[in-house]
């Protein structure tokens, strides 16, 4: 008497460990034949079997900058940030330019890194709380000599009259998305030279730089007081 064949058994899935929902998919099936059983049990009439499961997911809101004043803010790399002020300490940077930059970091178009500044508009700018109180005020040709050498220091680039691009990779008032946009062209401009704007960031030694305030007490004059 020939003995029957064994049973075929059913082959088992195996799912792929490589891939990254395999445990999901596992716990989903598990959970959905529980469930199909809890449904079956509960009416013994209905042999309807669950179909799927849906999870809902609430979304993350992220809460707004409180930030003072109506300008909004910019993005500003922490270690420059700490080299403005060891630069300012060791004199290696004029109080001129330092407020020169500030200014026209603060005031730069949202998304470009350009600030539309003429130098008198700079000038007028820095002057105006100074010109309130009846104190010194930096004068014109102070400012163009910082502008000339934070272009050196790359910090900032010329564009014409009136129109100063911002090193943005030192501070941004934009996105992420917008900043590569305006490094790429930056890029192209430069031949994607390395050491071009708005790379290799001085001032390249540090050094004592003579204190070219050149503020005078009314601009009218004509003559300031260099403090030194």
Same mark, same amino acid.
């Not at 809101?61 to 109506?70: F, L, S």
């Not at 005031?107 to 350009?114: C, K």
């Not at 008032?173 to 290799?200: C, I, M």
């Given at each position: 008497?020939? @003995?029957?064949? /064994? @049973?075929?058994?059913?082959?088992?899935?195996?799912?792929?460990?490589?891939?990254? &929902?395999?445990?999901?998919?596992?716990? *989903?099936?598990?959970? !959905?034949?529980?469930?199909?059983?809890?449904?079956?049990?509960?009416?013994?009439?209905?042999?309807?079997? *669950?179909? =799927?499961?849906?999870?809902?997911?609430? /979304?993350?809101?992220?809460?707004?900058?409180?930030?003072? #004043?109506?300008? !909004?803010?910019? *993005?500003?790399?922490?270690?420059?940030?700490?080299?403005?002020? $060891?630069?300012?300490?060791? =004199?290696?940077?004029?109080?001129?330019?330092?407020?020169?930059?500030?200014?026209?970091? #603060?005031?730069?178009?949202?998304?470009?890194? +350009?600030?539309?500044?003429?130098? $008198?508009?700079?000038?007028?700018?820095?002057?105006?709380?100074? @010109?309130?109180? !009846?104190?010194?005020?930096?004068?014109?040709?102070?400012? &163009?000599?910082?502008?000339? @050498?934070?272009?050196?220091?790359?910090?900032?680039?010329?564009?014409? &009259? #009136?129109? +100063?691009?911002?090193?943005?990779?030192?501070?941004?008032?934009? =996105?992420? =998305?917008?900043?590569?946009?305006?490094?790429?062209?930056?890029?192209?401009?430069?031949?994607?030279?390395?050491?071009?704007? /708005?790379?290799?960031?001085? /001032?390249?030694?540090?050094? $004592?730089?003579?204190?070219?305030?050149?503020?005078?007490? &009314?601009?009218?004059?004509?003559?300031?007081?260099?403090?030194?």
């Amino acid at each position: 008497m020939t @003995a029957d064949p /064994p @049973a075929r058994r059913r082959p088992r899935v195996v799912p792929d460990a490589a891939s990254d &929902n395999a445990g999901f998919d596992d716990l *989903l099936q598990v959970l !959905g034949e529980q469930l199909g059983e809890a449904t079956q049990s509960a009416d013994p009439r209905s042999r309807r079997k *669950l179909k =799927n499961v849906t999870f809902e997911y609430e /979304p993350d809101h992220t809460a707004v900058h409180d930030m003072a #004043g109506d300008a !909004g803010y910019s *993005l500003a790399s922490n270690w420059f940030t700490q080299l403005l002020a $060891q630069l300012a300490v060791a =004199n290696s940077i004029t109080k001129s330019q330092l407020c020169v930059f500030l200014y026209v970091a #603060g005031g730069q178009q949202r998304g470009s890194g +350009i600030a539309r500044y003429t130098q $008198q508009e700079i000038t007028d700018g820095l002057n105006e709380l100074a @010109a309130k109180k !009846g104190g010194k005020r930096i004068t014109r040709s102070t400012v &163009n000599r910082a502008i000339k @050498a934070l272009v050196g220091y790359k910090w900032v680039e010329q564009l014409g &009259n #009136g129109v +100063i691009q911002l090193n943005v990779r030192l501070w941004f008032h934009g =996105n992420s =998305n917008t900043q590569h946009a305006v490094l790429e062209q930056l890029a192209v401009k430069h031949n994607r030279d390395p050491e071009a704007f /708005p790379h290799a960031i001085g /001032p390249a030694d540090v050094h $004592q730089e003579e204190l070219d305030l050149d503020f005078t007490h &009314n601009p009218h004059y004509g003559t300031g007081r260099r403090t030194g």
